[in-house]
């Protein structure tokens, strides 16, 4: 079992390098960093100044192959769905296919001080949080668990990377159907 990554337009090294490390030690399938795609110009919203998160979905698809049983894009931006603010991330569960943003994740876009490590955290709690999704689990109830719902980065932040004994439980039987 393969996840792909893809990188939507350019995104650091560093932390795709992080990303991958961290889904393949917490999901046990191994991980391939695809090649860039560019980024969707006619996704952009350019009254809000985010791109639409259920069309980029849409424009992963075609990478979920046989060869592949997960797709993660990753975007170094701001998406939105129409009736929120904005998302840190959005799951097809169904085909498979996640997308996650990053400017959010930043210290930087609150004008705070940068803060690699915590970015780069941050990242990979979104990115465990959306594949986690496409194996069937829900959001949980528990605030330290990588399922509960993040509505701020404080919530993210307070959260994961692992899951509540009772996704981790939940997750093993549903992964074992994949
Ligand atoms: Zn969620
Ligand atoms: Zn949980």
Known sequence: MRLLIIPIGAVGSAVLKDIADALEKTFHFSVELGKEMPIPHDLYNKKRGQYQSTRILRKLHP?????????????????????????????????????IALARLRQEFYGLKPD???????????????????????HCHNPG??????????????????FCSICKHELNILASED
């Open 63 to 99: 990478f979920k192959t046989k060869d592949f049983h997960r797709v993660l894009g990753i975007m170094d931006a701001d998406l939105y769905v129409p009736e929120l603010n904005f998302v840190f991330g959005e799951a097809d569960i169904l085909a498979g296919v996640t997308v």
């Open 116 to 138: 690699k490590g915590l970015f780069h955290l941050r990242a990979i709690k979104e990115a465990i949080h959306e594949i986690g999704h496409t194996y069937g689990l829900g």
């Open 145 to 162: 668990c990588i399922m509960y719902f993040s509505n701020s980065l404080k919530d993210t932040d307070r959260k994961g990377p692992g």
